[in-house]
């Protein structure tokens, strides 16, 4: 059964004050993972795919690494239109391939 | 726009109503799913559709229909709601089987059964 694991839950930053998300993983066949941005009373936006260790992918102050356990989504110098929950999800071989296993996000404060 | 469209966005509702939750995109999707959110257990799939007349349950099906006999329309149906699924409810949809995970999600239906 595919599993994935976000931590911490909750974070504070002050802006400016960079940090990283953890999102760690077991897959059967890893045909994807990916990270999302919900703000609160909306769906979730897509933001990342990464398909291999080592793969980086970056957009405006985030940027997500990929290694064979885990992913980490950094983010430099944070701002507090930033704040938001941060999910991470992955796709492998379990359900034919189309099954997405999320985690229940780890919810980003940013505060001036 | 791009967009997919849910409706109704809330809805208050007793045991035993059947009610539907339609679900609309105009981006010419392939792929459409239903996902339930829940405090602690994160987004579950409910089911998906590969194509029109296409479906297949996903991983908490119980409570629920689907039909795809259009390819921009995706509607969850309860036929007799039950408390334990008051919940907050998204349809996503993607190009196509092999983007399944770049999905495009509506604004949600929060559902109360009472």
């Known amino acids: 059964e595919d599993q994935v694991t976000q931590s911490p839950e909750a974070l504070r930053l002050q802006e400016g004050e960079s940090s990283s998300l953890n999102c760690s993983y077991t897959v059967s066949g890893l045909r994807g993972l990916f990270w999302y941005r919900q703000d609160p009373g909306k769906g979730p936006e897509f933001l990342f795919t990464l398909y291999s260790a080592g793969e980086e992918k970056e957009k405006e102050r985030l940027k997500a690494t990929l290694t064979k356990k885990e992913s980490f989504l950094h983010i430099t110098a944070p701002k507090p239109e930033d704040s938001a929950t941060y999910l991470c999800a992955v796709r492998g071989l379990t359900g034919g391939g189309n099954k997405l296993t999320f985690g229940t996000g780890t919810q980003l404060k940013v505060e001036l | 726009e791009a967009q997919v469209t849910q409706n109704p966005r809330y809805l208050i509702t007793v045991t035993g109503k059947k009610l539907t939750v339609t679900c609309s995109q105009n981006m010419n999707h392939e792929y459409m799913s239903w996902y339930r959110q829940d405090p602690g257990l994160g987004l579950r799939q409910i089911y998906y559709?590969?194509?029109?007349?296409?479906?297949d349950k996903g991983d908490v099906p119980e409570g629920y229909k689907v039909s795809r006999k259009e390819k921009r329309n995706f509607p969850l149906i309860l036929e007799s709601p039950s408390p334990n699924q008051t919940s907050l409810y998204f349809c996503?949809?993607?190009?196509?089987?092999?983007?399944?995970?770049?999905?495009?999600f509506g604004e949600g239906s929060r559902l109360t059964v009472l």
């Open positions: 996503a949809s993607s190009l196509s089987f092999s983007n399944t995970g770049e999905l495009f």
């Open positions: 559709s590969m194509n029109v007349e296409v479906t």
